[in-house]
């Protein structure tokens, strides 16, 4: 029996990548499997391998594809001659008469099902290898999209074919050691969803920069999804915790960064293109294209696809602008961090401080560092002037840039997010990248040595100059396992995602003020009381912070709370404790708008700080959101693996009224299983332990503190400095102190700081006195957990 040349999507599977190839059988897969749990997916046809093989054989085009390739080989002929040339063939050929005509009919068919005389349709190629787990063929074929007709659907058809033999595409498979005549393709035809008046984007199953497993990352712009992919727009990007979407009631969006996508594409009118790119509207521009019902949507679909192939994928969806409606366009397995073991890792750092300000920022890449001599290209035909090991520095890139990119040691471009094509090449080559810097071409000069840095976190950054650099390769199975649980200390979302493999016992502080420093930034009572901000430049920042919001006030619980979510959930369900905000009145004058709300305090080390601050009539309202920020990540979010901690409290009657305030403000301490702990850094912590551990759950030594305030000695002086130990035996004895009088009353005890890591005698001392748990910093944890282990041997 004769094959056929074309099958409806919801015929195929995942069986059928022979037949279809990848992208198709995908598609066909999730109708056919996935769309009873309501993934939505358009329906369409593909042409099979079949009709592609019977396009060469009518044409007679095999021979001269051979001789083509042939002198490619034998370097007769340059890829650009051999891909011009493979392409013409196809595209002066003629389709079949039985293959035209099944084309024909099932574009009639899809029209009457449809409602529409003549359906607009998107037109994409999907190669017979395409889309194995170990291979990425995303974008090395062609798509057309806005595809009206019968005629113009025959043309596209052959120019997918033709595509097969893009330069890239030939450069691809000849490094991916495929055989070039046994890879066929076949052509997905599906409904356009009318994403040009709507919006589009991609969706990966996991970190894409960490691998951590436990997120789904979403970008997203207006328009159709073709600028994302090319990088030429800078988009929304969503996070969501993965493990809360299980339950309904929860709301578990990690992270919601408004991009500026400043263009978009849409259907063209008139003339050859079907397509055309805009500027965008203000109003666009300042607003998310996804509301956070959708975006949970999306993420639920992720989950379910995920579940369904059993590996991390990389997705792309769409907005119908006209129905609201969402679907699901294309699926593949995701390249990168799917290969690789969860055995190792290998961490890269600057050594010491760079004394310059960075000359660019943009959206890290990986956490690699790379230096070298900047390249400024504009046309990817610059292959052969590229120096190896050069730094490319280009406005974006698209597939025509793979053979150049893989010279490079290090990319950074104009344009683009963290799923842009500059992006998703770079994780696959394993080279560092900045993204999205809005000014590398006329910042950058040709042969400007430079130092492309993603190891600061989220934030890539070039720097003038070569600075030194590390990198160590860690065998994490080689850490020991000790019985005291060791935790880290950690400062920011990026380090919490760097750390996920460690084999930590979760988080021993996490800092609330370096999260409102770094990323709220704004003064709690500035935007409360916006009214009274004087400060002319501090009103401007403000207002630039909080746009979208019509609350101000909400804008710091928002982000304050996804701050501390996104620190809490690459280590749930093992518990994260994160301490309240612990400013000093000059620190808390530093944040936007802050000066007006702060008193001048001689000693702020002793004055308004930690637990007097939450009941203070200067700063309860502020303290009021920071609970609200609290409630929203463990009861909406669903991170009820955080622990809430208080610093600096005096006395008992003052740990009364902060949880009195706490209570106010619908955080209780034992309701929802939330656990309260306190710092252990003043002598009164450990002079009256009981009292303390009959309102705590839990102690937290803060070695700094409690050996300045035991000693008497400023931590911060340089006169000093030769005083200031923690294994002086005074603050060695108010630890061993705290440690047997808490446990005699059921109470935990862990200390956070960097001695047991630097001075392995003190981790002995540590074991010995029978501490619950040690919190390091990550690059302290392996040092310390050996020295753990030793002391317990």
């Not at 990119?405 to 696959?428: F, L, N, Y």
């Not at 369900?573 to 000059?586: A, E, G, Q, T």
């Not at 929802?672 to 710092?679: A, F, N, T």
Request: glycine fraction near 8%.
């Amino acid at each position: 029996m004769a094959e056929e040349m074309v099958l409806a999507l919801d015929a195929v599977g995942a069986e059928d990548v022979a037949r279809v190839g990848g992208k198709n059988a995908s598609l066909g897969e999730m109708i056919r499997e996935l769309g009873a749990q309501g993934v939505v997916v358009p329906g369409g046809f593909a042409t099979t391998a079949a009709a592609f093989r019977d396009y060469i054989a009518q044409n007679g085009l095999d021979e001269a594809m051979e001789r083509h390739l042939g002198a490619l080989r034998e370097e007769r002929a340059t890829l650009a001659q051999t891909g011009a040339a493979i392409r013409r063939l196809f595209l002066d050929g003629r389709f079949p008469d039985a293959t035209a005509e099944a084309i024909r009919a099932a574009y009639r068919d899809l029209a009457q099902r449809s409602g529409v005389a003549e359906p607009s349709v998107a037109v994409r190629s999907s190669a017979t290898a395409e889309d194995l787990p170990t291979a990425s063929f995303a974008g090395q074929q062609e798509t057309f999209l806005n595809v009206v007709g019968e005629t113009a659907l025959l043309d596209a058809c052959r120019r997918c074919f033709a595509s097969l033999y893009t330069d890239r595409a030939i450069s691809y498979r000849e490094m991916q050691g495929f055989d070039h005549m046994k890879v066929a393709l076949s052509v997905g035809v599906q409904v356009m969803v009318r994403a040009d008046i709507g919006g589009s984007g991609i969706m990966f199953t996991l970190d894409t920069e960490s691998g951590f497993p436990g997120v789904i990352v979403i970008s997203a712009a207006w328009g159709l999804g073709e600028p994302i992919v090319q990088g030429s727009v800078n988009p929304d990007r969503y996070s969501v915790f993965k493990a809360g979407l299980a339950h309904p009631g929860l709301r578990p969006i990690l992270d919601k960064q408004r991009g500026e996508k400043a263009r978009k594409m849409i259907y063209a009118e008139g003339g050859s293109a079907s397509t055309a790119m805009i500027e965008t509207t203000r109003r666009e521009q300042d607003s998310l294209v996804l509301s956070d019902e959708e975006i949970l949507k999306l993420a639920r679909w992720g989950a379910i696809i995920e579940k369904h192939y059993g590996r991390a994928m990389d997705i792309e969806w769409a907005k119908d602008g006209q129905t609201g409606e969402l679907a699901i366009v294309q699926a593949r397995p995701e390249t990168v961090h799917g290969r690789k073991a969860l055995t190792s890792m290998t961490s890269w750092r600057l050594k010491g401080t760079p004394k310059t300000a960075p000359l660019l920022r943009g959206s890290a890449v990986g956490e690699r560092i790379a230096v070298g001599p900047a390249r400024l290209v504009r046309n990817p035909e610059d292959i052969e002037s590229f120096p190896e090991g050069a730094v490319l520095v280009a406005e974006m890139t698209d597939p025509d840039w793979v053979p150049l990119m893989k010279k490079a040691a290090a990319i950074v471009t104009d344009h683009g997010g963290a799923t842009s094509h500059a992006a998703i090449v770079s994780r696959e080559l394993g080279v560092a990248a900045v993204v999205g810097t809005g000014a590398a071409m006329r910042t950058l000069a040709d042969g400007q040595e430079i130092t492309v840095c993603c190891a600061e976190g989220e934030e890539g950054r070039v720097y003038e100059g070569a600075l030194p650099f590390e990198t160590a390769e860690i065998d994490l199975s080689s850490i020991p396992q000790t019985r005291t649980a060791m935790m880290l200390n950690i400062a920011t979302p990026a380090a919490a995602l760097r750390a996920w493999k460690l084999p930590a016992a979760g988080v021993g502080l996490a800092r609330m003020e370096f999260i409102i420093s770094a990323v709220v930034r704004a003064h709690p009572m500035a935007l409360l009381h916006f009214d009274q901000v004087q400060d002319r430049a501090a009103r401007h920042e403000i207002e630039k912070l909080t746009r979208g919001y019509r609350d101000k006030a909400r804008y710091f619980v928002e982000t304050l709370a996804r701050g501390v979510a996104r620190i809490a959930a690459p280590f749930h369900p093992k518990p994260v404790i994160v301490r309240l905000s612990d400013f000093k009145s000059n620190e808390y004058a530093h944040l936007v708008g802050g000066a007006g709300f702060e008193p001048d305090e001689e000693n702020p080390m002793l004055g308004l700080r930690g637990a007097s601050r939450y009941y203070s009539p200067r700063y309860r309202e502020g303290f009021a959101l920071e609970c609200r920020a609290m409630k929203m990540v463990r009861e909406e979010i669903g991170l009820d693996n955080v622990i809430l901690m208080v610093p600096f409290c005096r006395t008992p009657a003052e740990a009364d009224r902060v949880l009195a305030v706490m209570a106010e403000n619908g955080l209780k301490r034992g309701e929802g299983g939330l656990q309260v702990y306190v710092m252990c850094e003043i002598p009164s912590n450990v002079i009256l332990a009981e009292e303390f551990a009959a309102r705590f759950d839990g102690f937290s030594i803060g070695s700094n503190d409690l050996t300045q305030l035991t000693l008497g000695v400023d931590r911060d002086s340089a006169e000093l400095r030769d005083l200031f130990d923690e294994r002086d035996p005074a603050v060695k004895r108010m630890i061993a102190d705290v440690v047997k009088r808490a446990h005699a009353c059921g109470v935990k005890v862990g200390l956070c700081g960097e001695a047991p890591s630097n001075h392995p005698d003190f981790a002995a001392f540590l074991v010995e006195a029978g501490i619950d748990s040690m919190s390091l910093n990550p690059d302290s944890f392996i040092a310390a957990a050996r020295a753990v282990a030793a002391a317990e041997e």
